[in-house]
């Protein structure tokens, strides 16, 4: 039998695996790359780093139990039907996924190899819940995430994670798989030594870095995990895109470490893994949200086209500090801390008017945690324009998040070493105005001011409310 990987490059609470290892018959563990089967979404190139590493990691993993992952490469349906001409199988494993793509080639492959006799059986292995099973009393899909999250708790604790199997029985025989480097994942000219220096890809690396971070204080997580300068987050996003770990060893994990604590529901970590389980509950429901906004009437809102203050904000060139540190320290390690996507996506599109999606293109491309559910839902929740999103009105002032999230501008002057001799009690202030030469140095003066940048953001919005309500009159 095949054991098709994707998203859940882990031997341990591997529901695919684990099924198909209980029958003890011959197991092939297969991986295909076929990047055109993801719609407008291929992997970006720091995701397609990551699961380079991933794959080698997983490959040696499954290896020490007995059998070699097969790569191969082209569409799905037809590699399926190809494999398992030459091994005579007759069932394929899998753990599910729910973008809107992968959903739709998924049910073919399954038509097809229905129709030959061929068994699928898919398994959750990367969400608490699925998501057409949490609803509203209504019997519809959740927009707003409290009250989808107290009905996601109210279904109880999740089960415990399975464990990883001991021993595969291997197929006998030996089949053609291509290299893992001729799938060409890996950079070419190479740039990713800021992501090697960062990461460590694979189960073990995820392992490691839950049991860190299980041991800490929740006291600590809630008190840190706003500023950007403190390692006071998980990191743990990209492990969890890729399947390196589950949310349920991220649940019991955490909680075991913790026994005889607070209530442990109430523990602000736990409710991020909350708006993980929404931001999949809307792309399943509202598969057209990475393009379009959930709310209609931004149809109609009056976004710029800049292309020249869009590559100052995607090169860290804006002059407003925290922005750039945000955009710089993106580019160097794959990774941005959440407070500080926040401040940079909210001057993207209020201070800038540039649209979201261009943003959303731009994180999907750099991040290794690129992640379409919890990329769409954050852009969306910024641009005011999404389930339970920020009012448009709400306008973050970069200086004011950097004085309170960097107070001392220790994560600034980390990423814009320019800005070194700057006092740090006023370099956060430098996004707001222009400084003298001998302050500033060859780092930009701001591109818009902060404060007519913010009028006529509501003026773009009272307009487009304008908009929207000639048009129901009319």
């Known amino acids: 039998m095949i054991v098709w990987f994707r998203a859940d490059l882990r031997l341990a609470d591997n529901p695919a695996l684990h099924a198909a290892a209980e029958t003890r018959r011959p197991i092939v563990p297969l991986f295909i790359w076929c990047p055109e089967e993801e ?28 059998v070699p992952l097969l790569f191969r490469r082209g569409p799905a349906a037809a590699t399926l039907e190809q494999l398992c001409r030459e091994t005579g199988a007759a069932s394929i494993y899998y753990n599910r996924r729910y973008e809107p793509a992968i959903l ?42 409290t009250p989808f999250w107290r009905t996601c708790l109210a279904q109880g604790e999740p089960a415990g994670p399975l464990p990883a199997p001991v ?24 740039w990713a030594e800021g992501l090697r220096q960062e990461w460590r890809p694979g189960e073990a690396g995820a392992q490691d870095r839950l ?17 950007p300068a403190m390692e006071g987050t998980s990191r743990l996003s990209p492990h969890l895109h890729f399947g390196e770990v589950s949310p349920r060893q991220i649940w019991h994990t955490c909680k075991a470490a913790h026994p005889g604590g607070r209530n442990w529901v109430q523990w602000q970590f736990l409710t991020e893994l909350g708006w993980r389980e929404f931001a999949h509950h809307l792309l399943f429901h509202f598969p ?37 540190a945000g955009m ?82 220790t994560y600034v002057k980390r990423w814009i070493p320019e800005l070194a001799p700057v006092p740090s009690r006023h370099v956060h202030s ?18 818009v001011s902060l404060f007519a940048s913010r009028a006529r953001a509501l003026e773009a919005y009272s307009k487009m409310k304008n908009h929207g309500a000639r048009g129901k009159s009319g």
């Not at 086209?305 to 090169?315: C, I, K, L, T, V």
């Not at 999606?357 to 969306?380: I, K, R, Y």
């Open 39 to 66: 719609g407008d979404w291929p992997p970006g190139a720091a995701s397609r780093w990551w699961l380079h590493h991933s794959l080698s990691k997983l490959e040696s993993g499954l290896r020490s139990l007995g």
């Open 288 to 324: 057209e949200t990475p393009k379009a906004p959930l709310r209609p009437e931004f149809r109609n809102f009056p976004w710029r086209e800049d292309p020249g203050n869009f590559d100052a904000w995607r090169r860290g060139r804006t002059g407003c500090p925290i922005v750039d």
């Open 167 to 190: 021993r595969l029985r291997p197929l006998h025989r030996r089949l053609a798989s291509l290299p893992l480097d001729s799938l060409q994942l890996l950079p070419v000219p190479d």
């Open 211 to 227: 049991q860190e971070f299980a041991l800490r204080p929740p006291s600590r997580y809630e008190a840190e995990r706003d500023r």
């Open 430 to 447: 430098l996004g707001a105005h222009s400084g003298a030469p001998s302050v500033r140095g060859n780092y930009p003066e701001p591109l």
């Open 104 to 145: 739709a080639r998924d049910a073919d492959v399954e038509r097809r190899l229905s129709a030959q006799g061929i068994e699928t059986l898919s398994y959750n292995a990367g969400l608490l819940h699925e998501p057409w099973a949490i609803k509203n009393k209504a019997g519809r899909p959740f927009q707003v995430f």
């Open 328 to 409: 710089r320290q993106l580019w160097r390690t794959g990774w941005m801390h959440n407070r500080v996507r926040m401040i940079v996506a909210s001057y993207l599109v209020k201070n800038l008017l540039i649209p979201w999606q261009m943003g959303a293109e731009w994180f999907w491309d750099t991040l290794v945690d690129a992640d379409l559910a919890n990329n769409t839902l954050g852009w969306q929740w910024t641009a005011g324009c999404g389930a339970d999103a920020a009012p448009y009105f709400r306008i973050f002032n970069p200086v004011a998040q950097g004085d309170k999230f960097d107070p001392d501008g």
